[in-house]
């Protein structure tokens, strides 16, 4: 009896969840509806079986339950009973199959006026390319990647020179335009994401997939990655803008193409040296760091890191959150170097500065910080030497006082949260695997050992 | 030993005479499927324990320090792989396969007994193995139970060194002791049939372990090659798998290998392997319905050829799996529509366990309510599966919680409600000993309603679109922080269902000593393992005569006959003789 009305209860409650529940798909925003269509046949349909069948089998407990006074009814088959049940299902199953094989057959046919773009994954980041004026995107092959060309374009194709390289994890589309995405991996399985979209497709090494879809409003939607990548596939994240045209032209206008890239001037060092004099009233002159006026050490860090932390000092991306107390006296520093080439220079002159290691501040358990840092290195190196093809830049020699600092500053969002910092939000993820401070003096210590 | 199995003399059996002979190396069929229940539990446990852990992390977010991203994926994939083959195959194969085909279908023995010895001690080296790679360096790996290449073999995945080396290396291990086991229920359901047990007759549990070893014996080769070619690859820089790569900045020697493969040849085991696992448990429930509601299975022979159907459609359903793979998008049109049409037998298997209830006298026993909860889940499971199934409806639902929820309500809570239910029927007969009622009914609760209170919810992260495998879900501008609380209710059932495991434990080792006397045939059934001179059966099964068998095993309540059962070793002269007896009386 009481499963009879557990049964019930449990019909009654999993509808009302379903109806009352908050947590359902988020609106959509692409040309897709027809599959949300397709669930709400599949809903009705499923659901009705749902109750009916379970509600029938509640009834059937509660009627025949055990009676010493009565006997089971004896009937092998019921040949009509069972033909019927068969036909209905299969009635049932073709409604749910047609529409979504109508839909489909959409799916796997773009349109033919459709943009083409491409997005490349890597573990864990994605970069996006465009085909430029000539509306062609030039060849590409994982042999050609490397330090100086990351999108691995061929350097013989012609076709390739107008190409838009998008280094960021911000894609921007226009509003209304039908796109077909083309989709390759560097390293390991992916998968683009986009819930608003509804759409998914796996990124496979070696291969080109694609999906298509039309954005249909405007907004900034986080783009997943949904194919298990690694340690790191969680932090794996992006965003797909979508603009209306105006502001999208105004977008691509300020990206660059492969040729920029190519011609992009290489930072003077003798000239660095005069802007760098600035810096080194708090970093020390030789890049050495200055506890006392919370400037970290600088020698030994990559130039490409340092360039991306001035610009975003200088965008406000870094530096603007309101307890970031001492990376708000960076930002009007950061915003005197006029230019990228004023930034490229000081950045050649710092790689060219040879400081002492940073002396140690913090004790703590050298060993259980190795367990820590377990993670850290898939990105950041076994020996903590930085990997620019995962834009994770040193920290072997690094001032221990000033990681700490950044370390509790991801934690708690107040680096790495702002919507442009496509590659803090890695950190302000990552960061938050260490729940306490000792867990952090230790992974210092460790780190101070290396 | 020729012949043995179907032999009515005995003096050839040998019987064992010491402690090592009887209990460890065995070659009785039904020590040997305590063996590979007892160790299929063990590791069950294991994962058990990891799914706790996995819980805590993906509940309580930034809590435990213990848990980081690596040991979160060693924990989701050796919980996987340990659910689905090493305790699902194996105690539903090795386990209730071997323990119960000699018996029902009158038979003395497996008809090769030293190869089924052979195939449980390789298959507790394959645990052994599988184990180890907890205590290797860098752990066991953490691709994920699919263990897709090329990630499962490079720099950047949790055990990509030793870890995945030994999973591999378990899995063929494996896959070896299946084979044994395997040829060996096969060919002892086709050829060591007692006289009269004709095909059309034996209980649906023999049909669905033995097509579902057919399967096995049909998928696993898949794994294997697989296994081999990933270990390959691994070890001696082959490229089945890998295409060229740059792999953290670095540049591989791999070219030209596929990924998709891979995955086809893994889910081409992989989805036959949901039915290696549903197959018996369909067979099973059937049974323990029948006996309890007193009344035959409805429409058997309908029965019959749905299994035997869903396992032959199970061989053309594989890419399913795939559907967001990057395999030709066309392939999307063929695998929605065989996916859709295997819903049809399944449907009628559903009907038909309900209709067997319908004008029953239905016992709530503890088996009873397992069996029952099986068909409420089973159907909440089998329905979300015309979601994923249709192919543009798993665009969006892919890779979430959607998927989760689905096939743990399908091949987990399905298959092991029904594992509970065998056990709660199955021990007295195993033992000697009827299971405590009042413990498993507790058991029965907290279980049923424990993992609907995880499941149903875990669908509706998957239609927020929350991604599975994410350690941690940070903030994003659709996932409302809501979220969050359901997946920490979902991690408090989680706990709750795996502690109220224990009683479940506990009532076995009680009762063992402790439990009521099961007598002969506790619960009258009419299937010949409950027919054995001894109860539990000793070896050889039968004494000197093996049974001659007159009807189906589903003559409950016949009409004109005082007992409401009739075991199939009766004939219809000793009914109408003993027409007037106490039912249940030993004939």
Not at chain 1, 31 to 43: G, K, L, P, S
Not at chain 2, 119 to 148: D, K, M, N
Not at chain 2, 188 to 202: E, H, W
Not at chain 2, 471 to 493: C, H, K, R, W, Y
Request: with cysteine; net charge negative.
């Amino acid at each position: 009896m009481k499963l009879v009305i557990v049964l019930v209860l449990l019909v009654v409650g999993t509808v009302a969840f379903h109806f009352i529940s908050p947590w359902w798909f988020t609106p959509i925003a692409s040309n897709w509806d027809m599959i949300d269509t397709t669930i709400d046949i599949t809903f009705y349909i499923t659901g009705f079986v749902f109750v009916a069948v379970n509600l029938f089998m509640a009834y059937t407990i509660y009627r025949y339950r055990y009676s010493a006074s009565r006997r089971a009814h004896y009937e092998p088959e019921n040949k009509k009973l069972e033909i019927w049940l068969t036909a209905i299902t299969a009635v049932g199953v073709a409604a749910m199959l047609a529409p979504g094989l109508v839909v489909w057959a959409d799916f796997v046919n773009p349109p033919e006026d459709a943009d083409v773009i491409e997005v490349v994954g890597q573990q864990w980041q994605w970069s996006f390319r465009l085909p430029g004026e000539d509306g062609i995107l030039g060849t590409v092959d994982a042999r050609y990647i490397g330090p100086d060309n990351p999108f691995g374009m061929n350097p013989t194709d012609a076709d390739g020179l107008d190409d838009v390289l998008v280094s960021s994890n911000e894609l921007h589309l226009p509003l209304d335009r039908p796109v077909k995405v083309l989709l390759r991996s560097k390293d390991v399985l992916h998968d683009f994401a986009v819930p608003q979209f509804r759409v998914k497709m796996d990124l496979v090494p070696g291969l080109v997939s694609f999906l298509w879809f039309t954005p249909t409003r405007t907004g900034k939607f986080d783009i997943l990655c949904m194919e298990l990548c690694g340690i790191a596939h969680y932090t794996m994240r992006g965003y797909v803008v979508v603009d209306e045209q105006a502001d999208y032209d105004a977008w691509l206008s300020q990206q660059a193409t492969w040729s920029d890239m190519q011609g992009l001037a290489a930072g003077d060092p003798t000239q660095g040296k005069g802007l760098y004099a600035v810096c080194g009233s708090c970093h020390g002159q030789d890049g050495q760091g200055n506890a006392a006026m919370n400037a970290p050490r600088l020698a030994g860090l990559p130039a490409w890191y340092i360039e991306r932390q001035i610009d975003y000092y200088k965008k406000g991306i870094r530096g603007a959150h309101e307890e970031d107390t001492y990376g708000k006296q960076m930002a009007p520093m950061a915003n005197m170097l006029a230019d990228t080439a004023a930034i490229r220079n000081v950045t050649a002159y710092i790689d060219t500065l040879d400081a002492q290691p940073a002396q140690s501040t913090i004790s703590g358990n050298s060993a259980r910080g190795a367990a820590h840092y377990n993670t850290c290195g898939a990105c950041h190196g076994a020996e903590a030497q930085g990997n620019y093809a995962l834009n994770a830049p040193r920290l072997a020699g690094q001032d221990d006082w000033y990681l700490k600092r950044q370390l509790g500053n991801f934690r708690q969002g107040i680096r790495g949260a702002h919507k442009s910092d496509v590659f803090g939000h890695q950190m302000v993820l990552m960061a938050r695997t260490l729940q306490d401070e000792q867990a952090v003096n230790d992974l210092l210590a460790y780190l101070n050992s290396l | 030993m020729e012949h043995v199995a179907i032999a009515d003399q005995i003096d050839e059996l040998h019987d064992p005479d010491t402690f090592i002979t009887k209990y460890i190396w065995s070659q009785d069929h039904k020590v040997i499927a305590i063996q590979y229940g007892l160790t299929a539990i063990f590791v069950g446990l294991v994962a058990l324990a990891l799914s706790g852990l996995m819980r805590l992390q993906l509940g309580f977010p930034d809590t435990f320090d213990f848990i980081d991203p690596s040991s979160y994926l060693q924990f989701v994939t050796m919980h996987g792989m340990i659910m689905v083959i090493y305790l699902l195959t194996a105690l539903l194969l090795g386990g209730f396969g071997n323990y119960l085909i000699p018996l029902m279908i009158g038979a003395r023995d497996m008809v090769f007994p030293y190869l089924n010895m052979l195939s449980y001690w390789t298959y507790l080296l394959a645990v052994i193995v599988l184990l180890a790679s907890f205590f290797v360096p860098g752990g066991p790996t953490g691709a994920g139970w699919t263990l897709y290449p090329p990630q499962a073999i490079l720099a950047g995945t949790p055990g990509y060194d030793w870890g995945i080396i030994l999973m591999l290396a378990s899995l063929a291990i494996f896959i070896v002791a299946f084979t044994m086991g395997g040829l060996n229920y096969v060919t002892t359901v086709l050829q060591a049939r007692t006289r009269g047990m004709t095909l059309m007759r034996m209980p649906l549990t023999i049909w669905g372990i033995f097509t579902a070893t057919v399967l096995g014996l049909l998928a696993f080769p898949a794994l294997l090659v697989s296994a081999i070619m990933m270990m390959l690859d691994k070890l001696l820089g082959t490229s089945f798998f890998m295409p060229a790569i740059v792999s953290l900045g670095e540049t591989l020697d791999h070219s030209g290998g596929s990924p998709v493969l891979f995955q086809h040849l893994f889910w081409f085991f992989g989805h036959p392997e949901v039915y290696i696992v549903a197959l018996p448990a369909f067979g099973m429930v059937s049974d323990v319905l029948a006996t309890h509601a007193r009344k035959n299975i409805f429409g058997y022979r309908m029965m019959v050829w749905a299994i035997v159907a869903i396992g032959g459609l199970s061989f053309v359903v594989w890419a399913h799996h795939m559907y967001v793979s990057a395999m030709n998008p066309a392939f999307g049109f063929f695998f929605a529509t065989t996916t859709l049409i295997i819903a049809i037998p399944t449907a009628i298997k559903v009907y038909n366990w309900v209709l067997t209830l319908w004008r029953g006298n239905i016992h709530l026993t503890v088996p009873m309510l397992f069996a029952i909860g099986f068909i409420f889940t089973f159907t909440h499971g089998g329905l979300t599966g015309l979601f994923l199934g249709n192919v543009v409806i798993d665009l969006p639902l892919s890779d979430t919680y959607f998927v989760v929820a689905h096939f743990h309500m399908v091949m987990g809570v399905s298959p092991v409600m029904v594992l509970f239910a065998a056990i709660y029927h199955w021990y007295p007969l195993m033992t000697g000993k009827m299971l405590h009622t009042g413990l498993g009914k507790i058991h029965f609760w907290f279980t049923f309603l424990g993992t609907y209170a995880i499941y149903l919810p875990m669908h509706y992260l998957g239609f927020l679109g929350v991604p599975r495998r994410y350690f941690a879900m940070g903030s994003t501008d659709f996932i409302p922080e809501s979220a969050q609380s359901l997946n920490a209710s979902i991690t408090v059932s989680a706990l709750i269902v795996g502690a109220s495991q224990l009683i479940f434990i506990f009532n076995i080792f009680w009762s063992l000593r402790n439990g009521e006397k099961a007598g002969h045939n506790p619960w009258q059934a009419t299937s010949l393992e409950w027919q054995t001179p001894n109860v539990p059966p000793k070896h050889g099964n039968w004494g000197p005569t093996l049974p001659q068998v007159h009807r189906w095993a589903y003559d409950y309540s016949v009409p004109g006959v005082e007992a409401d059962f009739i075991p199939q070793n009766v004939s219809t002269d000793e009914v109408a003789a003993t027409a007037d007896e106490t039912p249940g009386a030993q004939i």
